[in-house]
């Protein structure tokens, strides 16, 4: 078994670990402030090709292989999670469905301008009465004509959607059949097609730049070669790419932990308190010491999982595992760095209260823990016999 980095590996992401910490990191207060989309951090990223990393250099994208991109990604997530979880999206969402499931025109037509950045895109799954249960989702797709065109009339409405109203592409699930998983179909929407529009940035705990709207589609035509994939197959196809999508979260995760825990590590050798560096006393080494084994623990699953998708072996479980640990990891470690930096950690002076803030939604999006513990379960029953 070999843990080692590749040279090429090692010195991409050290690459990306100067980007992070010189154009990223000094930013991202400001942007949590303001809640403004980090659209100058997100050129920076398509021109490192980080918005189509995993994608081949054929269809417009960089062609690392999947612990490359996980490994980057935790970079990024350390400097600032709100522009993480837009990359994460990007080339764990739409990018993957329309690289596997798309036609080589649609690949040309909408992957090639995700993947170079141009575009940003956005994945529509949830509703208001369809959040983990996603197969009850009631977006209708009617059949219909436009001016000789056959294809589809969509009417419902998304709900949580990142980088709503900012992305140029919309991979969206709506039912085209009967009741349940195998009713539904996948759509590409463009940004300013008729009918389709957004609702406000909702407010949220943390990830303050990274928007979240509704996506309202009323009467919204999309011709058949907007379709993704095959017909009643949307929610095959949206669960498979959140596979790769949760190794993108645990990823985020573990750099919003991987930042707690830097930040409190020098907090501690710093501040004196009876005489001494606060690190000296044992009630504190021990949450460093912990929060530690917690994020080398959870990352060493997430990149297996990376690692078994880059093999082409099943890593569903993994992905969910990894998920699930580094997500704890992140709250865990969050919570221990602003206890170690005692009421500083409570100013928005210290960067901790906004990883606290910003930790907290990677046990909820792309599935809860409670539905990874389901993956899972189902997983370990099934090599049972289950
Ligand atoms: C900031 C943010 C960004 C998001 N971005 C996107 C996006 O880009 N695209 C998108 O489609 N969605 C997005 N979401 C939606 C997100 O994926 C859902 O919020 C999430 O899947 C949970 O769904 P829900 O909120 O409806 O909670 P619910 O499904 O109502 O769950 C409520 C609680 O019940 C528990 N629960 C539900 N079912 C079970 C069960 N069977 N067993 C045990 N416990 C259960 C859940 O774990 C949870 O604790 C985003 C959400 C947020 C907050």
New binding site residues.
């Given amino acids: 078994m070999d843990f080692s980095l590749s040279d090429e590996q090692t010195l991409i992401r050290s690459s990306v670990r100067d980007f992070a910490k010189s154009q990223i990191a000094p930013l991202s207060a400001q942007y949590d402030r303001s809640s403004e989309y980090p659209w100058p951090q997100i050129k920076n990223l398509a021109q490192m090709g980080l918005l189509g990393a995993t994608v081949p250099e054929q269809w417009g994208g960089a062609g690392l292989d999947s612990v490359t991109y996980a490994l980057c990604l935790e970079e990024i997530a350390k400097a600032d999670a709100s522009v993480a979880v837009i990359m994460s999206?990007q080339n764990g969402l739409p990018e993957q469905m329309i690289l596997n499931f798309g036609s080589d025109v649609q690949r040309e037509k909408y992957l090639k301008p995700l993947a170079t950045g141009q575009k940003i895109g956005?994945?529509?799954?949830?509703e208001a009465s369809?959040?983990?249960?996603a197969a009850n989702l009631q977006m209708k797709a009617t059949r219909a004509t436009q001016d000789t065109l056959e294809g589809w009339v969509l009417e419902g409405q998304?709900?949580?959607?990142?980088?709503g109203g900012q992305a140029d592409l919309y991979l969206v699930m709506a039912r085209t059949g009967g009741p349940g998983s195998r009713g539904i179909s996948c759509f590409v929407l463009e940004k300013g097609t008729a009918g389709l529009s957004f609702g406000k940035p909702?407010e949220?705990m943390g990830?303050h730049a990274?928007h979240?709207t509704t996506v309202q589609c009323d009467q919204v035509f999309i011709p058949d070669d907007q379709r993704i994939g095959p017909l009643g197959e949307g929610l095959i196809i949206a669960l498979s790419s959140l596979d790769a999508g949760r190794i993108g979260i645990a990823m985020q995760a573990l750099g919003i932990g991987s930042a707690a825990l830097e930040h409190a590590a020098k907090y501690a050798l710093e501040r004196q308190q009876f005489g001494k560096k606060i690190a000296e006393f044992q009630g504190v080494s021990f949450k460093i010491a912990e929060m530690s084994a917690r994020l080398e623990a959870a990352r060493g699953l997430a990149l297996k999982a990376a690692w078994l998708k880059d093999q082409g072996q099943k890593y569903s479980k993994e992905a969910s595992m990894a998920k699930l640990l580094a997500s704890d990891a992140a709250v865990f470690c969050t919570r221990e760095a602003m206890q170690i930096f005692g009421g500083n950690g409570y100013s928005r002076e210290y960067p901790v209260e906004r990883l606290y803030r910003d930790a907290k939604?990677t046990e909820?999006?792309?599935?809860?823990?409670?539905?990874q513990k389901?993956v899972i379960s189902r997983a370990v029953f099934a090599e049972y016999g289950g």
């Fill in positions: 999206v956005a994945f529509c799954l949830t369809a959040g983990s249960d998304k709900v949580w959607i990142t980088s909702e949220k990830l990274a979240t939604i909820i999006y792309e599935g809860t823990s409670e539905i389901m």
